[in-house]
């Protein structure tokens, strides 16, 4: 099974991966941002990502994740990215027909407060808002992305006929997200055999 894992910055991706890997440490897990840079020989560099034309972007992200699903000889694949991304209050679809590769489709959400409230608190520079961007802004930005995002979430769904599964985490229960996902994924088996 290959399973590709959505949401915004802070929604709780990485701590959902983490906590899956505890129950389940043969699924193997594919970090996308941190894979794709390491191949494009980007060495953990962002910014050198975002400034990519779109085309040349898309086109290498493509051929990324197909590569990795090709190579893959995992029972269970967990491919972790985004649907779209914010880029310095910029919102840009970034999904495309590889997306159809996937058996399942997983979107992480929080609350645009709880995901600002995060995002604050990490050191990290995600170039998520334009420089000087309030707080009242960036929320208002994280409201119009989160709608977004659902839109582009559902309608990737339905174009593909891909199982999907939305995880609330805005309070941060992972252990519950798990067990949830582990559902989704054992009736995702099932309708295979079936």
């Known amino acids: 099974m290959k399973y590709f894992v959505g949401g915004i910055n802070g929604a709780g991706k990485s701590h959902f991966i983490t906590n899956l890997k505890d129950v389940r440490p043969e699924y193997v897990t594919v970090d996308g941002s941190r894979e794709f840079m390491k191949w494009l020989g980007f060495d953990n560099d962002y910014e050198r990502l975002r400034k990519?034309?779109?085309?040349?972007?898309?086109?290498?992200?493509?051929?990324?994740?197909?590569?990795?699903l090709n190579k893959s000889e995992a029972e269970t694949l967990v491919y972790v990215g985004h649907f779209i991304v914010l880029v310095r209050g910029e919102i840009i679809d970034v999904t495309r027909d590889w997306m159809s590769r996937f058996d399942g489709v997983v979107?992480?959400?929080?609350?645009?407060?709880?995901?600002?409230?995060?995002?604050?608190?990490?050191?990290?520079?995600?170039?998520?808002?334009?420089?000087?961007?309030?707080?009242?802004?960036?929320?208002?930005?994280?409201?119009?992305?989160?709608?977004?995002?659902?839109?582009?979430?559902?309608?990737?769904?339905?174009?593909?006929?891909?199982?999907?599964?939305?995880?609330?985490?805005?309070?941060?229960?992972?252990?519950?997200?798990?067990?949830?996902?582990?559902?989704?994924?054992?009736?995702?088996?099932?309708?295979?055999?079936?």
């Open 52 to 68: 990519l034309m779109p085309e040349i972007r898309d086109a290498k992200l493509a051929e990324f994740i197909n590569q990795t």
């Open 107 to 194: 979107l992480i959400k929080a609350k645009p407060e709880v995901i600002l409230q995060r995002i604050s608190q990490d050191d990290r520079n995600r170039a998520l808002f334009k420089e000087n961007t309030n707080d009242e802004e960036a929320l208002k930005i994280l409201k119009d992305y989160s709608l977004k995002e659902n839109v582009a979430f559902l309608g990737l769904t339905d174009r593909y006929g891909i199982p999907s599964l939305l995880l609330d985490n805005s309070d941060g229960v992972t252990p519950n997200e798990v067990f949830d996902f582990l559902q989704f994924d054992a009736k995702i088996r099932r309708s295979y055999l079936g």
